[in-house]
């Protein structure tokens, strides 16, 4: 059974920084896609970031240039590097992960694995 696990959420002003992890364990496919998605109260979950077994990463416009998404193989742990946050960055943040590339990547129901989530909270 896969098992991704979410950390490093927390409450910051706007402006600031956060890197979120997901450890992943036995998730031993040599083709995949993982992802990030958060979902603010009120509102559907969204794909924020992906990354394939290629190393090619995908995001969403709202966060091009701010957050990054990356990877450390040897740790089996997926990173998101956010900066410049905004209030609108404020929700729970999920890993995902399924096992083939990168195509369609926002789409939620195309991911077999989910963490429980982190919760980010970005005040004004």
């Known amino acids: 059974q896969v098992q991704l696990v979410e950390s490093g959420g927390g409450s910051v002003q706007a402006g600031g920084s956060l890197r979120l992890s997901c450890a992943a364990s036995r998730y031993t496919y040599s083709n995949y896609c993982m992802a990030w998605f958060r979902q603010a109260p009120g509102k559907e979950r969204e794909g924020v970031a992906a990354i394939d077994s290629a190393g090619n990463t995908r995001y969403a416009d709202s966060v091009k240039g701010r957050f990054t998404i990356s990877q450390d193989n040897a740790k089996n742990t997926l990173y998101l590097q956010m900066n410049s946050l905004k209030p609108e960055d404020t929700g729970m943040y999920y890993c995902?992960?399924?096992?083939?590339?990168?195509?369609?990547?926002?789409?939620?129901?195309?991911?077999?694995?989910w963490g429980q989530g982190t919760q980010v909270t970005v005040s004004s």
């Open positions: 995902a992960a399924r096992p083939y590339g990168g195509i369609e990547w926002w789409l939620l129901l195309h991911y077999n694995y």
